[in-house]
């Protein structure tokens, strides 16, 4: 089973940036779609940005621009950069991953906590 483990995420003020980071026990393939989610306090959890490793493609919901996710094959890590960071933005972090032959997301990172301040 895949095991994913996210770090990077800390206090930053609104308008810094993050690099989260993503370490997975096994070496990424086109199998995966690598996807980050995060949920804040009394809310759902939501979709952030997914990677699907076959071809590359990338896909972002609301952060318009801001983030942008990455993998570095030969460090077997994904990442996600967040750039002109709001305090609506604070949430904890997960990193998933999915089978591209499934939609649904079965591997799950334990997450990490951002907090942007205003």
């Known amino acids: 089973q895949v095991q994913l483990v996210e770090s990077g995420g800390g206090l930053v003020q609104a308008g810094g940036s993050l690099r989260l980071s993503c370490a997975a026990s096994?070496?990424?393939?086109?199998?995966?779609?690598m996807g980050w989610f995060r949920r804040a306090p009394g809310k759902e959890r939501e979709f952030v940005a997914s990677?699907?490793?076959?071809?590359?493609?990338e896909a972002y919901d609301f952060v318009k621009g801001r983030f942008t996710i990455s993998r570095d094959n030969a460090k077997n890590m994904v990442y996600l950069q967040m750039n002109s960071l709001k305090p609506e933005d604070t949430a904890v972090y997960f990193c998933?991953?999915?089978?591209?032959?499934?939609?649904?997301?079965?591997?799950w990172g334990q997450g990490t906590q951002v907090t942007v301040s205003s």
């Open positions: 998933a991953a999915a089978r591209n032959t499934d939609s649904e997301y079965r591997y």
């Open positions: 096994v070496r990424l393939s086109s199998s995966y779609i």
């Open positions: 990677l699907d490793l076959s071809d590359g493609s």
